[in-house]
């Protein structure tokens, strides 16, 4: 699973909220820009980042290391 996380959960986290900085600070929407606003092939670009974030997020919350102390 690191290799997955490293190679591909990452980048699209990194490139979906790189998409939400531009929609923020400058109202540009890249992937509406390169797919055209509302189609299927960004809608699907959206899915598949929105999957990516989730699969990332729950694996670091079930890799996490241990916190606390043996006695």
């Known amino acids: 699973m690191r290799g997955l996380t490293s190679y591909v959960l990452k980048p699209l986290t990194f ?3 790189l998409n939400w900085g531009l929609i923020g600070i400058f109202g540009f929407d890249l992937v509406a820009f390169l797919f055209g606003p509302a189609t299927l092939a960004s809608n ?3 899915a598949i ?3 990516a974030a989730l699969i990332w997020l729950i694996w670091i919350w ?3 290391p241990e916190t ?3 006695r």
Request: glycine share 14%; proline share 0%; hydrophobic share 45%.
């Open 49 to 51: 980042i929105g999957i």
């Open 68 to 70: 606390r102390r043996d």
């Open 15 to 17: 490139i979906g909220a």
């Open 44 to 46: 699907i670009v959206y």
């Open 62 to 64: 079930v890799d996490r």
